[in-house]
């Protein structure tokens, strides 16, 4: 079993920062993947970034490369999503996930991939 708890979500202006983080525990044995997806309202849970927790490779959609980085810190077992020059559109709640092995060779960008769920966090961009 594996916990995931996500914090640094909040209401920033358009244009600012946050470093979203998510921090995981109850597993000795690190992850495929850890990923990040986005949900507003009204609308379908979508990928936002991934990365394969041995090799460090990262996966974006193209929408949101050069704004959001995904990393992690293997001694915390924690992952961050930094997130710059944010837009209203990317409000959303952010939710922390775990894939604890692979799928496929594909990018795990899909939300069947993962295993484990945090609780997510709400962002809010205002204009």
């Known amino acids: 079993q594996v916990q995931l708890v996500e914090s640094g979500g909040g209401l920033v202006q358009a244009g600012g920062s946050l470093r979203l983080s998510c921090a995981a525990s109850?597993?000795?044995?690190?992850?495929?993947?850890m990923g990040w997806f986005r949900q507003a309202p009204g609308k379908e849970r979508d990928f936002v970034a991934a990365?394969?927790?041995?090799?460090?490779?990262?996966y974006y959609p193209d929408s949101l490369k050069g704004r959001f980085t995904i990393s992690g810190d293997n001694a915390k077992n924690t992952t961050y999503l930094q997130m710059n020059g944010l837009k209203p559109e990317d409000t959303a709640v952010y939710y922390c996930?775990?894939?604890?092995?692979?799928?496929?060779?594909?990018?795990?960008?899909?939300?069947?991939?993962?295993?484990?769920w945090g609780q997510g966090t709400q962002v809010t961009v205002s204009s």
């Open positions: 996930a775990a894939a604890l092995a692979a799928r496929s060779v594909r990018a795990p960008s899909q939300t069947y991939d993962y295993n484990y």
């Open positions: 109850g597993r000795t044995s690190s992850p495929y993947a």
């Open positions: 990365i394969r927790w041995t090799s460090g490779r990262t």
